[in-house]
């Protein structure tokens, strides 16, 4: 009897066909739907089908319901001609769109569920490939997964994206978007008139003040001078710097001060002295530690307090005015889960790994190649070997769409 592929992908697509024959009429519409483009990936072909246009609600959830996706997008931008090549189809606008992943993250998790090898000599290894192996080639294959310590990640970088947003470029709450994003991140769009209309370059203003992309600790009220009041209540990066540094002071361990690498004495006044500084931080102008924290110094200290606040997003999606983003309530080809909508204010006790899996059914009996530990609907799976390990559909789909395992015949 000829063996199941890995991730059994026959057997997914049944369960995907299923789920839309249902559901299909639950997925929303995007705003303007006639000016959008979408695409879909399929389980029967390697290729994007694009260029199409589904004017209505109704065409869109009869596509979903004939035709069941493995991914299903549409276009962040509008457009007077959906169907054209791109250079034909008379760009009108695009929604500002942030994609927050944790494959751009250092997490301590990857090191224990992600691994690399090199496909020109035996080399391998957990968490992300280096840039160069030791066999001096740059081809690698790696095989990612994910946890509650990834997803964690990811939303407080998207809660962090979200009050800048909101506090610094005074987006209303009713222009925003925060999409779960099916697998390992968050989505946020903005939906207002003013940002739909801004062009690339404007864009990546917007992306290098959210990452704060060559922010200088001087210009935000760390260089001598005459202020007298404390920035913290200040708005923009000025208020927030200072925030960032009081903050990281906070909580910062002595471990991690003197991993700064400042000098000897400015680490000791730190750590010997550390809440005079936070008082002088919070009644003074912040111009008043430099006699205790030499500029240099204390730009080791800013720079990384400054990182603990700005928000870790994919400079790519930005920036890009053509993009194709996730359609809400379709389910993510590469885990089966669902890319969910959280409503604003109900995303710090959003939980994906509960509520994003929504394929139910029977009992599955998989056989594993191997798969890492990973909690789904309050229970916990794996770690697996190579072992045969019987259960429910919506965990079994996750390790199948990952090909960590396939259907036992």
């Not at 309530?329 to 889960?337: I, V």
């Given at each position: 009897m000829?063996?199941?592929?890995?991730g059994?992908p026959?057997?997914?697509?049944?369960?995907?066909?299923?789920?839309y024959r249902?559901?299909?009429g639950?997925v929303?519409?995007?705003?303007?739907?006639?000016?959008?483009?979408?695409?879909?990936?399929?389980?029967?072909?390697?290729?994007?089908h694009?260029?199409?246009a589904?004017?209505?609600?109704k065409?869109?959830?009869?596509?979903?319901r004939n035709?069941?996706p493995?991914h299903?997008y549409?276009?962040s931008?509008?457009?007077?001609?959906?169907?054209?090549?791109?250079?034909q189809k008379?760009w009108?606008?695009a929604?500002?769109?942030?994609d927050?992943d944790?494959?751009?993250?250092d997490l301590?998790?990857?090191e224990i569920?992600d691994?690399?090898?090199?496909?020109?000599?035996?080399?391998?290894?957990m968490?992300?490939?280096?840039?160069i192996?030791v066999?001096?080639k740059a081809?690698f294959d790696s095989?990612?997964?994910?946890?509650g310590?990834?997803l964690?990640?990811t939303?407080y970088?998207?809660?962090?994206?979200?009050?800048i947003?909101?506090q610094d470029f005074?987006?209303?709450?009713?222009?925003l978007i925060t999409?779960?994003s099916g697998n390992?991140g968050?989505h946020?769009?903005?939906h207002?008139d003013?940002?739909?209309?801004l062009n690339q370059?404007?864009?990546?203003?917007?992306v290098?003040?959210?990452?704060a992309?060559g922010?200088e600790?001087?210009l935000?009220?760390f260089k001598?001078?005459k202020?007298s009041r404390?920035t913290?209540?200040e708005?923009g990066?000025?208020?927030?710097?200072g925030?960032a540094?009081y903050d990281?002071?906070?909580?910062?361990?002595?471990?991690?001060?003197r991993?700064?690498?400042m000098?000897?004495?400015a680490?000791q006044?730190?750590?010997k002295?550390?809440?005079?500084?936070l008082?002088?931080?919070?009644?003074?102008?912040?111009?008043?530690i430099?006699?205790?924290?030499?500029p240099?110094q204390?730009d080791?200290?800013v720079a990384k307090?400054i990182k603990?606040q700005a928000?870790?997003i994919d400079?790519?999606v930005?920036?890009d005015?053509?993009?194709?983003?996730?359609m809400?309530?379709?389910?993510?080809?590469?885990t089966?889960w669902?890319?969910q909508t959280?409503?604003?204010g109900?995303?710090?006790?959003?939980?994906?790994?509960?509520?994003?899996?929504?394929?139910e059914?029977?009992n599955?009996e998989?056989?594993f190649?191997?798969?890492p530990?990973i909690?789904?609907?309050?229970?916990?799976?794996g770690?697996y070997?190579?072992e045969d390990?019987t259960?429910?559909?919506?965990?079994a789909l996750?390790f199948?769409?990952?090909?960590?395992?396939r259907v036992?015949k």
């Amino acid at each position: 009897m000829e063996q199941e592929p890995w991730g059994s992908p026959k057997f997914v697509e049944e369960q995907f066909t299923q789920w839309y024959r249902r559901n299909a009429g639950t997925v929303p519409a995007p705003i303007d739907i006639r000016h959008r483009e979408f695409a879909f990936l399929t389980f029967r072909g390697r290729g994007m089908h694009r260029h199409i246009a589904l004017p209505t609600l109704k065409d869109l959830h009869g596509y979903l319901r004939n035709n069941a996706p493995m991914h299903a997008y549409h276009s962040s931008s509008y457009y007077d001609n959906p169907t054209a090549d791109m250079s034909q189809k008379g760009w009108l606008g695009a929604d500002l769109v942030f994609d927050i992943d944790a494959d751009h993250f250092d997490l301590p998790c990857q090191e224990i569920h992600d691994k690399w090898w090199c496909r020109n000599c035996d080399e391998e290894g957990m968490g992300h490939h280096p840039e160069i192996c030791v066999c001096g080639k740059a081809q690698f294959d790696s095989e990612t997964w994910l946890c509650g310590d990834c997803l964690q990640a990811t939303k407080y970088e998207t809660q962090k994206l979200l009050d800048i947003l909101i506090q610094d470029f005074g987006t209303k709450i009713e222009d925003l978007i925060t999409n779960f994003s099916g697998n390992r991140g968050y989505h946020v769009h903005v939906h207002s008139d003013i940002m739909k209309s801004l062009n690339q370059n404007s864009r990546r203003e917007i992306v290098d003040y959210i990452m704060a992309t060559g922010l200088e600790a001087g210009l935000q009220g760390f260089k001598p001078g005459k202020g007298s009041r404390s920035t913290l209540a200040e708005g923009g990066w000025r208020g927030r710097t200072g925030r960032a540094v009081y903050d990281y002071l906070t909580s910062a361990t002595e471990r991690e001060i003197r991993d700064l690498k400042m000098s000897r004495n400015a680490t000791q006044v730190v750590l010997k002295s550390r809440d005079e500084v936070l008082d002088t931080l919070m009644t003074k102008h912040p111009s008043n530690i430099l006699p205790m924290i030499p500029p240099k110094q204390l730009d080791k200290l800013v720079a990384k307090a400054i990182k603990l606040q700005a928000s870790e997003i994919d400079t790519v999606v930005t920036t890009d005015i053509h993009r194709l983003i996730r359609m809400p309530n379709t389910l993510h080809g590469k885990t089966g889960w669902q890319v969910q909508t959280i409503p604003y204010g109900k995303l710090p006790n959003y939980d994906p790994l509960m509520r994003a899996v929504v394929l139910e059914g029977h009992n599955v009996e998989l056989e594993f190649k191997g798969a890492p530990k990973i909690k789904i609907l309050g229970e916990t799976y794996g770690p697996y070997g190579e072992e045969d390990v019987t259960m429910p559909v919506g965990a079994a789909l996750f390790f199948l769409c990952k090909k960590g395992a396939r259907v036992k015949k």
